[in-house]
């Protein structure tokens, strides 16, 4: 059974900086792409940045230029550096990797960690 162990969220204020984290329990390239989602409260949880195999990133329009998805191969790390915070970047963001099981897709997510953006 894979484990994906998200932290770094927390409280900040508008213009702050958090760096998430996001710990596997396999080795990260054994997996077709990792990726961060969000989901704000009474709303559907939603992309923010994934990453592939062979490094490509993707990222959500309302981020691209604040936040930088990467990887520590050493570590089976993926990291979500997010500048420039804004209130609406407030939600639980979650960890993510697509693997295939029994021949079908088949994504693992982690518990979560909560980011708030307020004054």
């Known amino acids: 059974q894979v484990q994906l162990v998200e932290s770094g969220g927390g409280l900040v204020q508008p213009g702050g900086s958090l760096r998430l984290s996001c710990a596997a329990s396999?080795?990260?390239?054994?997996?077709?792409?990792m990726g961060w989602y969000r989901q704000a409260t009474g709303k559907e949880r939603e992309l923010v940045a994934a990453i592939t195999t062979d490094g490509s990133t993707n990222y959500a329009d309302s981020v691209k230029g604040r936040f930088t998805i990467s990887r520590d191969n050493a570590k089976n790390t993926v990291y979500l550096q997010m500048n420039t915070l804004k209130p609406e970047d407030t939600g639980v963001y979650y960890c993510?990797?697509?693997?295939?099981?029994?021949?079908?897709?088949?994504?693992?997510w982690g518990q979560g960690t909560q980011v708030t953006v307020s004054s």
């Open positions: 993510s990797a697509d693997d295939v099981l029994r021949g079908k897709p088949y994504a693992y």
């Open positions: 396999r080795n990260i390239f054994s997996f077709n792409a």
